[in-house]
């Protein structure tokens, strides 16, 4: 696997994500998975840091969501995926299911912040909040070995 941590390979790559259809929202353990689609190729954001979806300036789902459970008697929520983060991701998959979301601006922002701007006023925002070195988010096709990294400070055998 190549891994990439330069600044301008991240935001070249943050950049291609602009045409994109976004095809799915999920999580693996408290990884949120953000899948979309580039012509053929399968496209993740696999995100470690805090993270939200706005449609205007609603708030959709944010990664705090995985803390609350659909029902506070149920202690093992997190663990079965019964969290109000579950539902609500359900719920955009299944809205990118049924439109076309198409992003149209992709940016790479200081500090490892992404935004992602939909056609249909839905915004997908990223933003780190360590000093590092741990890895906040990654993004990588699913049908290579190259993957782009931010790590706000890389240890010396990851420069």
């Keep these: 696997m190549s891994t990439r941590y330069g600044a301008g390979d991240l935001d070249s790559a943050v950049r291609a994500l602009e045409g994109a ?11 949120v998975v953000l899948g979309s689609m580039r012509g053929e190729e399968d ?3 696999h995100v470690v840091c805090p993270f939200r979806v ?3 300036d609603r708030i959709l789902v944010a990664s705090a969501d ?10 093992d929520s997190f663990d079965k995926y019964r969290t109000r983060y579950d539902r609500s991701a359900r719920m955009l998959t299944s809205r990118f299911a049924e ?5 149209v601006r ?21 933003f780190p909040d360590v000093a590092g ?10 049908s290579s070995d190259e993957h782009y990294v931010y790590n706000p400070r890389p240890t010396e055998d990851e420069d």
């Excluded at 259809?21 to 990884?31: F, S």
């Excluded at 995985?66 to 202690?75: G, N, Q, S």
């Design 133 to 142: 070195p741990i890895e906040c988010w990654r993004l990588f096709t699913t």
């Design 21 to 31: 259809r976004l095809a799915e929202l999920r999580r693996t353990l408290n990884i």
């Design 66 to 75: 995985m803390r609350y459970p659909l029902d506070r008697k149920d202690e």
């Design 106 to 126: 992709a940016e790479l922002g200081r500090g490892g912040a992404i935004t992602l701007e939909s056609d249909l006023d839905l915004t997908i925002e990223v």
């Design 99 to 103: 439109h076309e979301f198409r992003i």
């Design 54 to 56: 706005r449609a205007g």
């Design 43 to 45: 496209v993740r954001l």
